[in-house]
Nanobody
Framework: QVQLVESGGGLVQAGGSLRLSCAASGRTFSNYGMAWFRQAPGKEREFVATIMWGGGSIYYADSVKGRFTISRDNAKNTVYLQMNSLKPEDTAVYSC????????????????WGQGTQVTVSS
């Protein structure tokens, strides 16, 4: 089992920045591909970014490319999502997910999920 706990969400004005963290425990964190997804009210869960277990492969959704940066610190068992130039349409609950040895842009491929953290961007 892997336990994931997100933090860092909040209310920010458009154009501002937030840094989300996802702390993992329970298994060897460095063996897991990690991802961030988000879900806005009334919408389906949406892929945001993913990072390979060694950090060598990173992918972003087109909607966040150039504004968001995913990173990980395997020594701290933590994955981060730095979000800059935030827009009102970025408002959602952001969740991190883990998948052993692989990464994917599809939520159903992930084995473990955090509870999510709310990000609200005001215009």
């Amino acid at each position: 089992q892997v336990q994931l706990v997100e933090s860092g969400g909040g209310l920010v004005q458009a154009g501002g920045s937030l840094r989300l963290s996802c702390a993992a425990s329970g298994r060897t964190f460095s063996n897991y591909g990690m991802a961030w997804f988000r879900q806005a009210p009334g919408k389906e869960r949406e892929f945001v970014a993913t990072i390979m277990w060694g950090g060598g492969s990173i992918y972003y959704a087109d909607s966040v490319k150039g504004r968001f940066t995913i990173s990980r610190d395997n020594a701290k068992n933590t994955v981060y999502l730095q979000m800059n130039s935030l827009k009102p349409e970025d408002t959602a609950v952001y969740s991190c997910a883990a998948k052993i040895w692989k990464i994917s842009q599809f939520a159903h491929d992930y084995d473990y999920w955090g509870q999510g953290t709310q990000v609200t961007v005001s215009s």
